[in-house]
C-alpha cells in the first residue's frame, strides 16, 4: 500500500549531473504493508541461486526487474539520506536495501492473493480514491489543478500514481475482509473497559528542593568538578550569519500567461477526466465452484436460493447465510456502486440490463453461480468547459511556472558553475527574493531556512564557509530553492566557567536540596506505615496535603511519574494501602497515598461502551491482519537477487 501522497510528494534532495544539479525526489510505493508489520519470519521458500537474473525478487513466478527496484531505492534515497544526517554507513544502506526488497515480496505476494480471491479494482474505484486523495483536496473539495501540480512536481506521472493506487485499493478489499468474526461479548468488554477506565484514590504532597538545599554556599571545587564533567551542556555550536536568495514557484505563477485556445485544447484533451460513466448498486449471493466436477449441483443449489427469493425470501438475508462471497457478505451481499467495467464481462451484461428492484435468475462466471439484484441506478454525469474553465487556468498555469521553475533552477545551477557571480547580480537576474539568517547552527539550522540536511551539508562546506563562494541552488521544498553565502562565521566554542559559575552553583544546590527532599518523604512514608496520619505527616513536613480524590491514568494535572507509580501495583485499599516517595525529573519530590479503587462512569454510557469496544476490536483486527499477510508470505515461493542493487 501506499503512503499518503502529502508525504510521498515531499522531500528532495539534489545529486551530481553535467551542468545542472539533478531533482530527486521521493515516491514510496512501499508503505502499507510496512506499517502492518514489525517484524517478518523467514519465507516458506527461498531460492537464492540467480546467475545473471534481471529480476530483483520473483514472487511465486511473478518478477519484479532489478531496474524498477534501482529505481525505487534512488527515489526514497534522498529522505532515507535526511533521516540519517546525511551519512549512510556500508551496513546501514544494506540493512535498508534488504527491507526494500522485503517489501516488495509482502506487496506482490499479498495483491496476488487478492486476484486469487477474485478481487479486482475497476477504473472508476480508482478514480473515484484519486478524487478523495486528502492531498489533492483545497478547501474540502478535489481540486484537479492541486492533484497535478503535486504529481508534475515530484516527477510521478498520473498513470504511475493511479496503477499503485489500484495495487492499495485491491489489498484493502481482501484485508477488509479480516476481522469481521472478531468480537467481544459485552462481559469480556465491560471487563476490558474496567480496567481501562479505572481510578484510584489518591493523596499526595509536594516537597520544593530548594528548601531542603540549606543555607552552605557550594564550593569552588564542585562548581569546576560539575564544569569538566558537563562540557556538552555549555557548548555553543558553530554559526554563521548566511545572506540568501530565494526562488519561488507562487511568484513565477504570478507572471505565467494563459489563453483561451489554451484552456480549450486541454478540455478536449482530458474530457474523459470531467465525464463520469452510468453507475449501479447492485447486491449478489455467490455460489462457488472451486471444481468442474461440482457445477450441476452447485447450479442446483443457486437456483433453489433464486426459488426461494422469488417466494418472498429476504435477498439480504439469504447473502448473509449463503454467499461465498465473504467481502460482501456480511453485507447483505451489497456490492455499492460502480460502473460496467468493475465486474467479469458476463456478471456486467446482466447487471446492466436489469431494472431497478429486478432479481436476475443465477448467472454463471468463472468463480461460480450468481444471484443479482439491482438496487440503484446513477446516470452517467459530467461537468462542461465552462464549470472546469478556472481550474483548468489555474492548472496550465501551474504547469508553466512549474516548467520555468525547473528552467531558472538549471540556468541558475550553470551560472554558478561556470564563474563566481555577486549575489545581488543573481538576485536581479532571476528576480529572486533576498533575506538574511543572523544565527545559522551547524546541525540545527535556522529560520526561515530551516535545517534541511543538504543545505546545511553545502553551508558548512570548504567553498562556501572558507572561500565564502555562493552555496546552492538547494530546493527546500516542492516549490521553493534557495542560494546563499555566508557573512560571517563563528567557530564552535564553549562557555567560559566564569559565565556559567551561577547556574551550575545553582543547579548542584538544587540536587542537594532535591536528594534532602526524598530522604524527608522517605521518613514521612514510613511514619505513615507505623499509623501516623497523612496530615500529621504533612505538618511535620510543613506543607500543605492535597485532599484525597479519585484519578484516571491519563490525569492531566498529575505529573506522568506520579501517574505511572500510581496505577502500576495492585489496586489499592484502606485496609492495603499503596504509599511511595518518588523525584521528579525537575528535582521535585512527591509523596503519596493511594486508598481506593473503582471504575469510571463511562461503564453506564450504552453508546460510548459500543464505541469504545469498537475501538479495541480495531487493535484486534490490525493484529490478525499481521497474521492473514503473514501466513500469505510464508506460503508463497519466493526469490530474492542478493546482487539486485546496483550501489
Given amino acids: 500500500m501506499l503512503q499518503k501522497i502529502s508525504d510521498i510528494l515531499k522531500g528532495q534532495g539534489d545529486g551530481e549531473g553535467k551542468g545542472h544539479k539533478r531533482r530527486?525526489?521521493?515516491?514510496?510505493?512501499?508503505?502499507?504493508?510496512?506499517?502492518?508489520?514489525?517484524?517478518?519470519?523467514?519465507?516458506?521458500?527461498?531460492?537464492?541461486?540467480?546467475?545473471?537474473?534481471?529480476?530483483?525478487?520473483?514472487?511465486?513466478?511473478?518478477?519484479?526487474?532489478?531496474?524498477?527496484?534501482?529505481?525505487?531505492?534512488q527515489r526514497q534515497l534522498p529522505q532515507v539520506m535526511q533521516a540519517f544526517g546525511g551519512e549512510l554507513s556500508a551496513e546501514q544502506r544494506a540493512e535498508l536495501q534488504q527491507e526494500l526488497l522485503d517489501i516488495t515480496v509482502r506487496e506482490l505476494a499479498t495483491t496476488q492473493h487478492a486476484r486469487k480471491l477474485g478481487f479486482v479494482v475497476s477504473d472508476q474505484e480508482a478514480a473515484r480514491a484519486f478524487r478523495e486523495e486528502e492531498a489533492f483536496q483545497v478547501n474540502g473539495q478535489f481540486d484537479v489543478e492541486e492533484a497535478r501540480l503535486r504529481l508534475y512536481n515530484a516527477g510521478i506521472t498520473e498513470h504511475q500514481y493511479i496503477?499503485?493506487?489500484?495495487?492499495?485499493?485491491?489489498t484493502n478489499k481482501v484485508?477488509?475482509?479480516?476481522?469481521?468474526?472478531?468480537?467481544?461479548?459485552?462481559?469480556?468488554?465491560?471487563?476490558?473497559?474496567?480496567?481501562?477506565?479505572?481510578?484510584?484514590?489518591?493523596?499526595?504532597?509536594?516537597?520544593?528542593?530548594?528548601?531542603?538545599?540549606?543555607?552552605?554556599?557550594?564550593?569552588?571545587?564542585?562548581?569546576?568538578?560539575?564544569?569538566?564533567s558537563h562540557q556538552e551542556d555549555f557548548a555553543v555550536p558553530e554559526s554563521v550569519r548566511l545572506a540568501y536568495?530565494?526562488?519561488?514557484?507562487?511568484?513565477?505563477?504570478?507572471?505565467?500567461?494563459?489563453?483561451?485556445?489554451?484552456?480549450?485544447?486541454?478540455?478536449e484533451m482530458d474530457k474523459d477526466t470531467y465525464i463520469q460513466p452510468e453507475t449501479r448498486q447492485a447486491r449478489h449471493i455467490l455460489v462457488s465452484v472451486d471444481d468442474p466436477a461440482q457445477d450441476a449441483g452447485r447450479a442446483a443449489q443457486a437456483q433453489e436460493l433464486y426459488q426461494q427469493i422469488q417466494q418472498g425470501a429476504d435477498f439480504a438475508a439469504l447473502a448473509r447465510e449463503h454467499s461465498a462471497d465473504t467481502a460482501s457478505a456480511g453485507n447483505g451481499g451489497d456490492l455499492g456502486w460502480a460502473s460496467r467495467d468493475t465486474y467479469v464481462q458476463a456478471f456486467a451484461d446482466k447487471l446492466f440490463s436489469m431494472q431497478v428492484g429486478e432479481v436476475s435468475e443465477p448467472v454463471k462466471t468463472e468463480f461460480g453461480y450468481h444471484i443479482i439484484k439491482l438496487e440503484g441506478i446513477r446516470p452517467a454525469s459530467g461537468r462542461s468547459f465552462e464549470e472546469v474553465r478556472g481550474e483548468l487556468f489555474t492548472l496550465l498555469r501551474n504547469e508553466k511556472a512549474i516548467q520555468r521553475f525547473n528552467s531558472e533552477q538549471d540556468r541558475l545551477q550553470e551560472?554558478?558553475?561556470?564563474?563566481?557571480?555577486?549575489?545581488?547580480?543573481?538576485?536581479?537576474?532571476?528576480?529572486?527574493?533576498?533575506?538574511?539568517?543572523?544565527?545559522?547552527?551547524?546541525?540545527?539550522?535556522?529560520?526561515?531556512?530551516?535545517?534541511?540536511?543538504?543545505?546545511?551539508?553545502?553551508?558548512?562546506?570548504?567553498?562556501?564557509?572558507v572561500q565564502r563562494r555562493i552555496g546552492g541552488p538547494v530546493q527546500l521544498a516542492d516549490d521553493r530553492l534557495t542560494i546563499f553565502q555566508v557573512v560571517d562565521h563563528r567557530p564552535a566554542t564553549t562557555r567560559p566557567l566564569d559565565?556559567?559559575?551561577?547556574?551550575?552553583?545553582?543547579?548542584?544546590?538544587?540536587e542537594r536540596g532535591a536528594a534532602a527532599a526524598l530522604q524527608a518523604a522517605e521518613s514521612a512514608r514510613e511514619q505513615l506505615g507505623q499509623g501516623r496520619s497523612f496530615e500529621q505527616v504533612a505538618a511535620q513536613l510543613k506543607?500543605?496535603?492535597?485532599?484525597?480524590?479519585?484519578?484516571?491514568?491519563?490525569?492531566?494535572?498529575?505529573?506522568?511519574?506520579v501517574a505511572d507509580a500510581l496505577f502500576k501495583?495492585?489496586?489499592?485499599?484502606?485496609?492495603?494501602?499503596?504509599?511511595?516517595?518518588?523525584?521528579?525529573?525537575?528535582?521535585?519530590?512527591?509523596?503519596?497515598?493511594?486508598?481506593?479503587?473503582?471504575?469510571g462512569a463511562q461503564l453506564d454510557i450504552p453508546q460510548l461502551v459500543q464505541l469504545r469496544t469498537e475501538r479495541e476490536l480495531q487493535r484486534y483486527t490490525r493484529r490478525d491482519i499481521e497474521a492473514y499477510i503473514s501466513s500469505v508470505v510464508a506460503r508463497a515461493k519466493v526469490r530474492q537477487n542478493p546482487q539486485a542493487f546496483i550501489n
Fill in 569 to 599: 501495583g495492585p489496586r489499592p485499599t484502606a485496609s492495603a494501602p499503596r504509599r511511595e516517595a518518588l523525584k521528579l525529573e525537575d528535582g521535585t519530590v512527591v509523596l503519596f497515598e493511594a486508598t481506593d479503587s473503582r471504575v
Fill in 175 to 228: 484485508l477488509g475482509t479480516i476481522g469481521v468474526s472478531n468480537f467481544l461479548t459485552p462481559g469480556e468488554a465491560r471487563r476490558l473497559l474496567a480496567l481501562l477506565d479505572e481510578e484510584r484514590q489518591v493523596r499526595y504532597l509536594v516537597l520544593d528542593p530548594g528548601k531542603y538545599a540549606g543555607s552552605e554556599p557550594v564550593t569552588d571545587e564542585a562548581i569546576e568538578e560539575y564544569y569538566r
Fill in 24 to 73: 530527486l525526489v521521493t515516491y514510496l510505493i512501499l508503505a502499507a504493508l510496512a506499517l502492518v508489520f514489525v517484524a517478518w519470519g523467514p519465507y516458506a521458500v527461498v531460492d537464492l541461486s540467480f546467475g545473471t537474473s534481471r529480476y530483483a525478487v520473483k514472487v511465486n513466478g511473478e518478477e519484479v526487474p532489478v531496474e524498477e527496484i534501482n529505481d525505487l531505492w
Fill in 543 to 561: 506543607v500543605k496535603a492535597e485532599p484525597a480524590r479519585f484519578v484516571s491514568r491519563g490525569a492531566p494535572d498529575l505529573p506522568v511519574e
Fill in 415 to 465: 551560472m554558478l558553475e561556470s564563474g563566481n557571480p555577486a549575489l545581488d547580480t543573481l538576485v536581479r537576474e532571476f528576480n529572486l527574493r533576498r533575506g538574511e539568517v543572523e544565527n545559522f547552527e551547524r546541525g540545527a539550522g535556522g529560520l526561515p531556512l530551516g535545517s534541511d540536511v543538504m543545505l546545511n551539508r553545502e553551508v558548512f562546506s570548504d567553498p562556501v564557509l
Fill in 245 to 267: 536568495a530565494e526562488l519561488a514557484l507562487p511568484d513565477i505563477a504570478a507572471t505565467m500567461v494563459v489563453t483561451d485556445e489554451e484552456v480549450r485544447a486541454r478540455y
Fill in 163 to 170: 496503477a499503485d493506487l489500484k495495487k492499495r485499493l485491491l
Fill in 499 to 510: 559565565e556559567v559559575r551561577g547556574e551550575i552553583a545553582e543547579t548542584l544546590r538544587r
